[in-house]
């Protein structure tokens, strides 16, 4: 297996725009998470799926966030409209079970 | 909820031996793991705690003990290449989420 694949690695998009990010879990994981990284917030849990079902979306900022699974290959995770704030590292991450997960290898986001 | 506290910054020279703390206050509080990351990278997996006590792999070891809500990350005969961030992250009781902590910066000098 190929790992996690995320799409695309960077984005650079103006203020307003529509942003969406891509993930491909490892075949056969059954959580699925998103991730964002900042130096001032570290790490945090977006939302996370399991079976491809919305488990928890405690993490998603506003309603600008929104994500999707809609198969066990793919998820989406989309913000519109961006601000600049919304710049960081995008993490997605799967696992059979959360003692291990898998990342990939992040989108960098930037908005302007 | 839960959370979880790391040192910001470690530093140490190469062979020595380095310890990165962790301490949690969770509800639900299932299990440790700990990941390293390099700059511009993606965390990667190094070890899990369920229990009490040292884990060991190799170089890195990690320990946990339920009663102090507290765990470490033991990393010896150090090099260079150790040079990343280190996270603990919290494992709930559901076993379906994982928190981060803020992460250890480690430095590692000649």
């Known amino acids: 297996d190929a790992g996690v694949i995320q799409s695309p690695r960077h984005e650079v998009t103006e203020m307003g725009q529509e942003v969406t990010l891509r993930c491909k879990p490892i075949s056969g994981h059954d959580y699925l998470f998103w991730y964002r990284q900042t130096m001032m917030r570290g790490l945090e849990l977006l939302i996370y799926f399991n079976n491809n079902v919305p488990i928890d979306d405690s993490g998603m900022p506003e309603d600008r966030f929104s994500a999707k699974m809609p198969n066990a290959s793919f998820s989406t995770l989309k913000i519109q409209p961006s601000e600049p704030r919304d710049s960081a590292v995008y993490f997605c991450a799967s696992s059979n079970d959360v003692t291990e997960a898998f990342f990939g290898q992040g989108t960098r986001l930037t908005v302007v | 909820g839960q959370s979880l506290e790391q040192p910001s910054e470690v530093t140490a020279v190469e062979g020595a031996i380095v310890q990165i703390n962790c301490t949690y206050q969770t509800s639900g509080f299932y299990g440790l793991s700990w990941y390293q990351q390099h700059d511009g990278g993606a965390p990667t997996f190094l070890s899990y705690n369920a229990l009490d006590g040292l884990e060991e792999t190799g170089r890195f070891s990690s320990f946990l003990s339920r009663s102090d809500s507290y765990g470490y990350l033991l990393l010896q005969e150090l090099q260079m290449k150790d040079s990343a961030s280190y996270f603990c992250?919290?494992?709930?009781?559901?076993?379906?989420?994982?928190?981060f902590g803020g992460g250890t910066r480690l430095m590692v000098k000649p």
């Open positions: 992250a919290g494992e709930n009781n559901a076993g379906n989420m994982l928190t």
